[in-house]
């Protein structure tokens, strides 16, 4: 997608099943510089990359890194955020940008904050997503370079949020996704979106992604228990 750069602050929304999560995959997996997926479900695997599950046990000098979130501690993420900060050239990318402050807006841990507001300025980038913007750290709202959201709308409370991001009416921002539905092959217009370019001042629509592209998304969600190990044993998983 020409225009988003590895150190830009970039947020995606949608629904469930609405190409959120591969969207972030697709820009993730492009990006050539140094990243970690951090999996707060977890969810996800990467090939030929094992993940870890403790800030300790990160290899901060590899290409790749792989963390799953077993425990859902603020702490553990502003200390993932602090080191990632005082690096140069790393992206972090996170599914659900709400799990960062366990949906409450005003928790957000101080380098989580920090790398939101000024973490460009040393080449590092996010790649955001959420299913409620209503709950994602307030300075994920203001400081969006980019901004994608998957057909179709949201609640009224997200839609007005995204509005706002998008410095748009939410008639308008729903006109725009009415016209992104209109171009996919999907049914219910899934998998295309409207996608806010805050550098340029100026909205797209995105069709879904290609099949050759989607074959090349290097991150999966890990469901096929034949073609590989699970994200995490049913019984670790912390109930949310």
């Known amino acids: 997608m020409s225009g988003i750069r590895w150190h830009d602050r970039v947020f995606v929304v949608g629904g469930t099943g609405s190409g959120k999560s591969e969207l972030l995959n697709y820009l993730f997996s492009g990006m050539s510089c140094q ?3 951090l999996d707060t479900k977890p969810e996800f ?14 290899d901060w ?6 963390y799953r979130d077993l425990a859902a501690n603020l702490g ?3 200390e993932i955020f602090y080191e990632a900060h005082h690096r140069r050239n790393f992206l ?4 659900e940008f709400a ?14 904050r920090k790398s939101l507001r000024k973490g460009n300025v040393f080449g590092n980038g996010l790649l955001g997503g959420t299913q409620r913007p209503v709950g994602m750290p307030r300075q994920a709202r203001t400081e969006a370079q980019h901004v994608i959201h998957m057909v179709p709308a949201l609640d009224p409370e997200d839609e007005q949020i995204v509005a706002r991001m998008m410095h748009m009416p939410v008639r308008e921002l729903d006109r725009q996704l009415a016209e992104a539905a209109e171009i996919s092959p999907d049914p219910e217009g899934r998998f ?11 909205t797209r629509i995105l069709p879904p992604l290609p099949a050759e592209v989607r074959s090349q998304i ?9 073609a590989h190990e699970p994200a995490t044993d049913p019984d670790d998983r912390v109930e949310r």
């Open 99 to 112: 799990d960062l402050c366990n949906d409450e807006p005003s928790r957000v841990p101080e380098w989580v």
């Open 35 to 37: 990243k970690m997926l």
């Open 76 to 78: 553990d993420y502003d």
């Open 218 to 226: 290097l991150v999966r969600r890990a469901v096929d228990l034949d």
């Open 192 to 202: 295309s979106a409207v996608w806010y370019d805050r550098r340029a001042g100026e």
């Open 45 to 58: 695997y990467i090939p030929d990359v094992a993940p870890v599950s403790r800030p300790g046990d990160i």
């Open 92 to 95: 972090i990318c996170c599914h």
């Open 61 to 66: 000098s590899a290409p790749v890194i792989h």
